[in-house]
């Protein structure tokens, strides 16, 4: 079985196409969604009526959660802050009922295995850190959790001894592969589809082979100044424009 990994896709639907079609291409047979569907970017209902379409097990982000009118930004940025409001008006009533009823993580999906947004220990947690990945490994029995929130594509592991490995499939590359040990709990980042923070612009996406233990990170250019385009439009701000070009 291979599953298709992708996260904080944020209303980027030229990064979602981009991925969609490489990740056909490489093969896969469901979907898993580690949430942040919708904000930042210009295409909310578009981005929703995409994954919808694609039938994913998902749950909701902090974006997708606050977008839905189910708490407020109070812990956003000021720009993040700014974005809120536009993607609640732009939100159709059947794209906003959609992510009302993402379940809050963690979501189990047998084998061990679950998603998350942010952290084990909550939707709004990141896990940046050894300490953090440390503290969401104490809280959960699952072998594999998937996250995402921090936008960058990653692999933490839990070795024997309590300490904890970060790998990050960094560089030019289009594809990285990680070969998962059966013994080993981790905590795995595909990365984010539509705002990458990682200092490459290209779209992040993942892809977990089960037949072979191993997950396949990709990285595929976009046609981001379409993205930026449709953002100056919709009058969203700079900072958030500008930061595609740089993913970060
Ligand atoms: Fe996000």
């Known amino acids: 079985m291979r599953h298709l990994l992708i996260s904080d896709i944020h209303s980027n639907v030229e990064a979602l196409d981009a991925c969609i079609e490489r990740a056909a291409a490489a093969g896969f047979d469901s979907v898993l969604c580690c949430g942040d569907i919708v904000g930042y970017g210009p295409d909310p209902n578009a981005a929703v009526a995409r994954v919808r379409a694609l039938e994913p097990r998902s749950v909701r982000g902090n974006h997708d959660r606050v977008a839905a009118g189910l708490g407020a ?3 956003f940025n000021l720009h ?3 974005a809120v409001p536009w993607t609640r008006d732009a939100l159709s009533h059947e794209a906003a009922a959609y992510l009302r009823d993402l379940p809050a993580g963690p979501r189990g999906l047998g084998g061990g295995a679950q998603l998350v947004h942010g952290a084990v220990t909550g939707e ?6 050894s300490a953090d990945a440390a503290e969401s490994f104490r809280s959960t029995g699952a072998r ?5 929130h921090t936008h960058h594509a990653c692999v933490f592991s839990l070795g024997p001894a309590g300490g904890v490995r970060l790998e990050t499939p960094r560089g030019p590359d289009e594809r990285w592969v990680a070969a998962l040990d059966a013994s080993v709990p981790y905590l795995i980042n595909p990365g984010s589809v539509g705002q990458p923070r990682d200092h490459d612009a290209r779209a992040a996406f993942a892809i977990w082979d089960t037949a072979t233990s191993r997950v396949e ?8 100044e379409t993205t930026q385009r449709k953002m100056r439009a919709a009058g969203l701000p700079t ?3 500008e930061r595609l070009r740089h993913g970060r």
Request: hydrophobic letters at 45%; a negative charge; aromatic letters at 18%.
């Open 217 to 224: 990170f990709h990285r595929v250019a976009y046609p981001l």
């Open 239 to 241: 900072p958030l424009i």
């Open 124 to 129: 709004d947690d990141y896990i940046l850190s």
């Open 73 to 75: 930004a109070d812990d």
């Open 144 to 148: 594999l959790t998937f996250f995402g």
């Open 80 to 82: 993040a802050k700014t």
